[in-house]
Structure formats: structure tokens, C-alpha cells
């Protein structure tokens, strides 16, 4: 174990290297003038030449490079070119508020997903399998943004109720805390409970098509006792697996959330950087984007490991 998890740590030492190259050309390929940006424009040349000095604009860019990774590496993400303040405690506090809406959101949709995609499985084409079905379609057809405002509408209309419009921690408030993330956590809960379902059913029907499975259940071995007994650990790895890609896309898919119910997390903070181009907070928000894609990534390929020894061995 231990020599696999050194060959996976020195792997994804490398793929964070090149990630952070790939960051830092992505920021610098964002349209607009950034010193323009800042003075208006209508500016002196003088003075944009004198903030592109001062910023580092008008060095290499391998050399700007080098600095900030080195930075980045003594734990300093610089600071805010439109704020002035630290890059790294604006990205940890926005991240906090991300995570919470992302890990919310898996608990949601493995809850509702998972027992779905079992009875879909179990009672293949028959009622309950074509009620899930049309739920699974719904789910993953309708987009992320669409989904919020209906939910935003509805409750707002019909119930006479909005989210409070001014986020509070958990810390703070507790109360106001899952008002103002609950239609977020629905939003994106419902299109991964439909995808996390439809895997799930994918996964059973396969199970219940194994030549032993069909044997066990001519000599009288009820459903339950079979699928507690061989289908629930076959589907157990490739779900683990399923989680950690659904975490993932629940990180992308929070931009959208949150700037549509102006939650202070990640998703908003990328935003505001893009608008005014302020090039340290936004290589900080996507390398701790990625950073974290990979973190995810890797204690997935662990706990696929220490399942499965086969993986490790080979």
C-alpha cells in the first residue's frame, strides 16, 4: 500500500505542476487589457507603463510565472489587484462556502439517488422502473440554472417564502445558513440524484443478469438476501468511483448556483476576478479549483484500492 500511494502522490505532484502552467496561461488568454481595465480607456501611456511595471506585466512571461509559483509555494497567493486584499484567506473563506454547498449537495443526491436506482434495477421495466425513469430523464435534462429559478418561483409564489439575501455562516446562524442554501443544494441535488440513479439502475440490472445471480434465484434465494449478500458489493466500487466524478462536477456546477442566489463562495469569486480581470485572485481560485479536482481524484483511486487490492497490484 505504502509504494502505491507513493507512486499516486508523485503522479499527482507532477499533474498539479503542469496544472498550475495551464492556470497561469488560461488566466493570461482571458480577453481585455487589464491595465486598461484598471485606468479606464482613456489613460496616459506613461501611467499604464508605469502600472504594467509595477504589476509585472512587462516581464515574460516565464518569468512572471516563476514568481508566482514561488510564491504560491512559500503559501503567499499574492494579493488582490482590485481590493488590495490577500489572495489566500479571500479563496479559503469562499472555498469553505463552496465545499458546504458541494458536500450538501452529494449527501442529497446519494440519499435520493441511490435508493432509486435500486428499485429502478430491481423492478426493470415495470411501474416503479418507468416512474424512476421519467424522474432519471427530467433530472438530467433540465439545466442547473433553469431548475434554480423554478424552485425560486415556486417557493416565492406559491409559498409566500424567499431566501434571506445576505449569506450567513453556519457559525453565525444555523437557520439562515440552510435557508439560503437549501434551493442551491435542490438545484443541483436533483440532477445528480437523476444521474446517480440512473448509474445505480445500470449497475443492478447487470448484477441481476449475472449467470449466478439467475442460479441463486431458480433455487428460491430471495432479492433481498441477494442483493445484500453479492449486489450491493458489486456496485459498491464503480459507485465510489461514480461519487467522487459527481463531486467534481457539483465544484463546476456551483458558478451557476451561486451567482444566480448571490452566495459569496468559489463560483462567485471566479466571476468577479474574470469582470476585472484581476489576474492573482483568480489564479488563486482556479488552482485551488484544481487542486482540490485532484485531492478528490486521489482519495477516490485509495479507496478504490483498499477495496479492490487488485487495483494496487497491478
Not at 33 to 50: E, F, I, N, R, T
Not at 68 to 97: H, K
Not at 257 to 267: A, D, M, N, Q, R
Not at 293 to 304: G, K, P, R
Amino acid at each position: 500500500m505504502g509504494g502505491y500511494l507513493a507512486r499516486r502522490l508523485a503522479a499527482s505532484a507532477v499533474t498539479a505542476f503542469v496544472a498550475s502552467i495551464a492556470v497561469f496561461l488560461i488566466v493570461r488568454a482571458v480577453p481585455g487589457d487589464v491595465v486598461a481595465q484598471m485606468l479606464g480607456q482613456v489613460s496616459d501611456p506613461q501611467a499604464a507603463a508605469s502600472l504594467r511595471g509595477f504589476l509585472g506585466l512587462d516581464q515574460p512571461v516565464w518569468i512572471q510565472y516563476g514568481r508566482w509559483i514561488s510564491a504560491v509555494f512559500s503559501g503567499d497567493l499574492g494579493t488582490s489587484w482590485t481590493g488590495g486584499r490577500p489572495v489566500g484567506p479571500a479563496v479559503f473563506e469562499a472555498f469553505l462556502v463552496t465545499l458546504e454547498i458541494g458536500l450538501l449537495t452529494l449527501a442529497l443526491a446519494t440519499i435520493v439517488g441511490v435508493p432509486l436506482g435500486i428499485v429502478s434495477g430491481i423492478y426493470e421495466g415495470r411501474w416503479p422502473d418507468n416512474l424512476i425513469q421519467i424522474f432519471n430523464l427530467l433530472g438530467l435534462a433540465a439545466p442547473v440554472f433553469w431548475t434554480g429559478l423554478m424552485l425560486l418561483v415556486a417557493v416565492s409564489s406559491f409559498a409566500g417564502w424567499s431566501p434571506p439575501l445576505i449569506y450567513a455562516s453556519p457559525a453565525e446562524s444555523l437557520w439562515d445558513n440552510l435557508s439560503i442554501l437549501m434551493l442551491p443544494i435542490l438545484s443541483l441535488g436533483l440532477l445528480q440524484a437523476a444521474a446517480y440513479s440512473q448509474f445505480v439502475r445500470q449497475n443492478v440490472v447487470t448484477s441481476l443478469n449475472q449467470d449466478y445471480v439467475r442460479t441463486a434465484r431458480a433455487k428460491g434465494v430471495t432479492i433481498r438476501i441477494l442483493f445484500f449478500t453479492h449486489i450491493l458489493k458489486n456496485i459498491l466500487i464503480p459507485l465510489i468511483t461514480f461519487m467522487g466524478l459527481v463531486l467534481v462536477q457539483i465544484l463546476g456546477g456551483v458558478v451557476i448556483v451561486e451567482t444566480l442566489f448571490s452566495i459569496p463562495g468559489l463560483g462567485r469569486l471566479l466571476i468577479s476576478a474574470i469582470e476585472t480581470r484581476d489576474y492573482p485572485m483568480l489564479q488563486g481560485a482556479l488552482l485551488v479549483v484544481v487542486v482540490t479536482a485532484m485531492a478528490v481524484n486521489l482519495i477516490i483511486d485509495l479507496l478504490y484500492s483498499v477495496i479492490d487490492p487488485r487495483v494496487r497490484l497491478s
